[in-house]
């Protein structure tokens, strides 16, 4: 095997044993340091599987997706199936940004384990399972080998809001399985129509449509991009995402805002477009809608929240919506928005529950009319939330604006009176963005502090700045030089549309 073919095993590996060893190991504290290790030793195996100017998608008379490594070995002979793993332009930066979460998370259980549930270590080896689920689903170039790493993570994350959330836990993470199961039934059948017209469930062999007639084309990218559009989430298949927000603890709101609902975004790129770009084409005026329908209506619903981590439960739809809107005008500035729009938000939307957990657990409220006057009495943790809001309402030079910003200009650059108006209105939608995220600040931030928060204490905790400081750099980092994200994905992404017909 080669070094490439190691470390991809190892991604895998390296977390499923962790959480395996955290949950046998005696002592809570052990355990949960076990499962940080592990969680920062897959970080460091998924750093060096970047691959350089060598490593871009190469089309050649007949598609095919040439990785940066890729390890390809038989599994069920018998059905065909192959346990295909590889890493590329467009899933590397997703691959390194769950790694970073993860770890981020199972390092602040060091620290505060929420309430509730159980011991610590079983939430660190959920969270670890969990990784396994994501990373699976970014490496996955077997469809079928897709699939299974797409259910992974449902049962997990289930018990994660089940066991460690609010009040209202258990009918938010019912909420949450039905509507993932209902995704999943959708991703299976779109699985089964593709895999039986086109006899192999290889992601290599399939991206172009492998042949595949203009029907089934349709009928699979149907499916299959109403799966992904419950995981993304689209409108109206959203409402799970509030209730698993709001009663998830803080660790889980940041794995579910960060990375899980990227599988449904970076899933409706790789496979939903590349299996069946013809129905891509078909359906993207209708993709385009509903995705500017989830920033308006997000929007709106920010602006009447009354609680804090309800409203930026709300916020991910409309950001989403605009990674949506990207990949709906299927061109190279679209998906380029559609990416760097995946990992601001991840990068922002992590901190920014950080934050919502770190004011509710001080405050003991999450109420905005209750959480007044927060500058005047914790500085540090008001800078910081003012931060993470303005980088999150798209303001230029962090992280934020470009995906927002290029979504609006792919839809012009699309050209006609539906993407026109699409533009327009997905530009409104940013101004509603700015107008929510500042009266949140005005609420919380500024005024007389109120009882909940006059007692607060104005410093911040180590573990605190240790997990919060790396969301900060990189919100900077991406907004100053987005490059670091669309260098390795600008190759990859020509590539892709180049079997749009």
Same mark, same amino acid.
């Given at each position: 095997?080669?070094?490439?073919?190691?470390?991809?095993?190892?991604?895998?590996?390296?977390?499923?044993?962790?959480?395996?060893?955290? *949950?046998?190991?005696?002592?809570?504290?052990?355990?949960?340091?076990?499962?940080?290790?592990?969680?920062?030793?897959?970080?460091?195996?998924?750093?060096?599987?970047?691959?350089?100017?060598?490593?871009?998608?190469?089309?050649?008379?007949?598609?095919?997706?040439?990785? !940066?490594?890729?390890?390809?070995?038989?599994?069920?002979?018998?059905?065909?199936?192959?346990?295909?793993?590889?890493?590329?332009?467009?899933?590397?930066?997703?691959?390194?940004?769950? *790694?970073?979460?993860?770890?981020?998370?199972?390092?602040?259980?060091?620290?505060?384990?929420?309430?509730?549930?159980?011991?610590?270590? /079983?939430?660190?080896?959920?969270?670890?399972?969990?990784?396994?689920?994501?990373?699976?689903?970014?490496?996955?170039?077997?469809?079928?080998?897709?699939?299974?790493?797409?259910?992974?993570?449902?049962?997990?994350?289930?018990?994660?809001?089940?066991?460690?959330?609010?009040?209202?836990?258990? @009918?938010?993470?019912?909420?949450?399985?039905?509507?993932?199961?209902?995704?999943?039934?959708?991703?299976?059948?779109?699985?089964?129509?593709?895999?039986?017209?086109?006899?192999?469930?290889?992601?290599?062999?399939?991206?172009?449509?492998?042949?595949?007639?203009?029907?089934?084309?349709?009928? #699979?990218?149907?499916?299959? *991009?109403?799966?992904?559009?419950? $995981?993304?989430?689209?409108?109206?298949?959203?409402?799970?995402?509030?209730?698993?927000?709001?009663?998830?603890?803080?660790?889980?709101?940041?794995?579910?805002?960060?990375?899980?609902? $990227?599988?449904?975004?970076?899933?409706?790129?790789?496979?939903?477009?590349?299996?069946?770009?013809?129905?891509?084409?078909? *359906?993207?005026?209708?993709?385009?809608?509903?995705?500017? /329908?989830?920033?308006?209506?997000?929007?709106?619903?920010?602006?009447?929240?009354?609680?804090? $981590?309800?409203?930026?439960?709300?916020?991910?739809?409309?950001?989403?919506?605009?990674?949506?809107?990207?990949?709906?005008?299927?061109?190279?500035?679209?998906?380029?928005?559609? =990416?760097?729009?995946?990992?601001?938000?991840?990068?922002?939307?992590?901190?920014?529950?950080?934050?919502?957990?770190?004011? $509710?657990?001080?405050?003991?409220?999450?109420?905005?009319?209750?959480?007044?006057?927060?500058?005047?009495?914790?500085?540090?943790?008001?800078?910081?939330?003012?931060?993470?809001?303005?980088?999150?309402?798209?303001?230029?030079?962090?992280?934020?604006? !470009?995906?927002?910003?290029?979504?609006?200009?792919?839809?012009?650059? @699309?050209?006609?009176?539906? !993407? =026109?108006?699409?533009?327009?209105?997905?530009?409104? &939608?940013?101004?509603?963005?700015? /107008?929510?995220?500042?009266?949140?600040? @005005?609420?919380?931030?500024?005024?007389?502090?109120?009882?909940?928060? #006059? &007692?607060?204490?104005? &410093?911040?905790?180590?573990?605190?700045?240790?997990? !919060?400081?790396?969301?900060?750099? =990189?919100?900077?980092?991406?907004?100053?030089?987005?490059?670091?994200? =669309?260098?390795?994905?600008?190759?990859?992404?020509?590539?892709?549309?180049?079997?749009?017909?």
């Amino acid at each position: 095997m080669t070094f490439g073919q190691v470390l991809l095993v190892a991604v895998v590996a390296v977390p499923a044993l962790g959480a395996l060893a955290t *949950a046998v190991v005696p002592g809570d504290r052990a355990g949960r340091v076990v499962g940080t290790v592990a969680a920062a030793l897959t970080l460091l195996a998924t750093l060096p599987l970047v691959g350089g100017d060598h490593g871009w998608f190469g089309y050649g008379p007949r598609p095919a997706v040439q990785p !940066w490594h890729q390890l390809d070995l038989q599994w069920v002979p018998g059905l065909d199936l192959r346990f295909h793993l590889g890493v590329d332009g467009i899933s590397w930066p997703l691959v390194v940004l769950t *790694a970073l979460l993860t770890l981020l998370c199972c390092a602040y259980t060091l620290w505060r384990v929420p309430t509730g549930g159980g011991s610590g270590r /079983a939430l660190v080896a959920l969270l670890l399972v969990v990784e396994v689920g994501i990373l699976g689903t970014f490496l996955a170039l077997d469809l079928v080998l897709f699939f299974l790493f797409f259910e992974v993570v449902l049962l997990p994350m289930y018990a994660v809001i089940a066991g460690w959330g609010g009040a209202d836990r258990r @009918r938010a993470a019912r909420k949450f399985a039905l509507y993932t199961l209902f995704g999943s039934v959708l991703l299976l059948v779109g699985v089964y129509v593709v895999v039986a017209a086109a006899g192999t469930a290889d992601l290599v062999t399939l991206t172009g449509g492998a042949g595949l007639s203009r029907g089934t084309q349709l009928a #699979a990218f149907t499916l299959l *991009a109403l799966a992904f559009a419950v $995981k993304s989430p689209l409108w109206p298949l959203h409402s799970w995402l509030p209730d698993a927000h709001t009663q998830a603890p803080t660790v889980g709101s940041v794995i579910l805002a960060g990375v899980l609902l $990227k599988m449904g975004t970076y899933g409706l790129i790789r496979v939903a477009v590349g299996v069946a770009p013809e129905g891509a084409r078909w *359906a993207a005026p209708v993709l385009g809608v509903l995705a500017v /329908a989830a920033i308006l209506v997000g929007g709106l619903v920010c602006l009447a929240q009354d609680d804090l $981590k309800r409203l930026i439960a709300y916020s991910s739809v409309g950001h989403m919506g605009f990674v949506l809107l990207g990949v709906a005008t299927l061109t190279a500035t679209g998906i380029q928005a559609a =990416l760097i729009g995946n990992i601001a938000h991840g990068v922002i939307t992590g901190l920014l529950f950080f934050l919502a957990g770190a004011v $509710k657990d001080r405050a003991h409220t999450g109420s905005l009319s209750e959480l007044s006057g927060l500058r005047e009495t914790a500085p540090r943790l008001a800078g910081l939330l003012g931060f993470a809001a303005v980088a999150s309402l798209g303001l230029p030079g962090l992280a934020g604006f !470009w995906g927002e910003a290029f979504a609006v200009v792919a839809a012009v650059q @699309r050209g006609g009176p539906l !993407w =026109l108006t699409l533009a327009v209105l997905a530009a409104l &939608g940013g101004a509603l963005t700015a /107008a929510y995220f500042l009266r949140l600040l @005005r609420r919380v931030t500024h005024g007389r502090p109120s009882p909940a928060v #006059a &007692g607060l204490p104005p &410093g911040l905790a180590g573990a605190e700045l240790t997990a !919060w400081a790396p969301l900060v750099l =990189l919100a900077l980092a991406v907004g100053l030089a987005p490059a670091l994200v =669309l260098s390795y994905a600008s190759g990859p992404v020509e590539a892709l549309l180049g079997v749009v017909p």
